[in-house]
């Protein structure tokens, strides 16, 4: 065989697998389910456990096998414990959350929620409450509004700090998180300051806080899109990838 017999050989078996994933991860999403109206815990380390020590074979590909696998359950659990229905838009302000939530919601013939909206209109101008109550006051009106729209179904678009708080990435944990990425460049060019209030500093500041940020932005999130062309494009790479949640 030569190269080009082996790739062809490969190609064959990552259908197979692929087709046999599809089949696992849609009997976890069922049991999930499941667990959700049993009360059950998600998590079974035994059970995991159980599934690596079968593991057929043995040598020098034990270990791959093992660590695939071990992939394939966090996977499995994500799709146990996250419910349907909802997902959730963060990134940094500017990214455009709002936009492409919105129009997602359109095209999906699902309902829209904003959360700074929510805020607003349970307590007023977010500014205001900035300037009377600081950023603290701020990120606990956050995670109370946020904590009962998790009760709603739709798609819904986070405030920039949103997941910067534990409470709140403790509410998160049970859906799906869609990060929207966009190039600071691009934010600064599009950026409105007045509304912001941690951008008072404007270009810097937005340097400053993608920094502070960038962490977690590029590390809580389960499906990552850039909002780099079109609007009607990202909806489209979008629905590619979140479609068997609805």
């Known amino acids: ?3 080009k017999d082996y790739r062809n050989a490969i190609d064959g078996l990552d259908q197979e697998i692929a087709q046999k994933l599809v089949a696992r991860y849609h009997l976890c999403s069922a049991i999930g389910q499941e667990k959700r109206l049993k009360a059950c815990p998600v998590e079974n380390l035994k059970r995991e ?5 079968s593991m057929p074979g043995s040598g020098e590909f034990l270990w791959a096998l093992q660590k695939t696998y071990r992939y394939i359950f966090q996977v499995s659990k994500s799709l ?6 909802r997902i959730y838009l963060t990134g940094m302000p500017g990214a455009g959350k709002t936009t492409v939530g919105r129009a997602l919601a359109q095209a999906m013939g699902e309902k829209f929620y904003d959360l700074d909206e929510e805020i607003e209109k349970q307590y007023g101008p977010i500014l ?3 300037g009377h109550e600081g950023e ?4 606990k009106k956050e995670e109370k509004v946020l904590r009962s729209m998790a009760l709603k179904k739709g798609i819904f678009a986070l405030g920039g700090g949103t997941i910067l708080r534990k409470e709140c990435r403790e509410i998160l944990d049970n859906f799906w998180i869609l990060y929207l990425y966009r190039p600071i460049e691009e934010i600064i060019k599009n950026m409105d300051y007045q509304a912001r209030p941690l951008l008072e500093g404007q270009e810097e500041a937005v340097h400053k806080l ?3 940020r960038e962490f977690i932005y590029e590390n809580y999130y389960d499906f990552r899109v850039d909002n ?11 629905e590619e ?3 068997f949640f609805f």
């Open 1 to 3: 065989m030569d190269i």
């Open 49 to 53: 456990q159980e599934i690596l020590e």
């Open 80 to 85: 146990q414990k996250k419910r349907r229905y």
């Open 128 to 130: 205001q409450i900035f």
């Open 136 to 139: 603290e006051g701020f990120r």
């Open 210 to 212: 993608w920094r502070d």
């Open 228 to 238: 780099i062309s079109s609007l009607e494009n990202v909806i489209q790479e979008i």
């Open 241 to 243: 990838k979140i479609y």
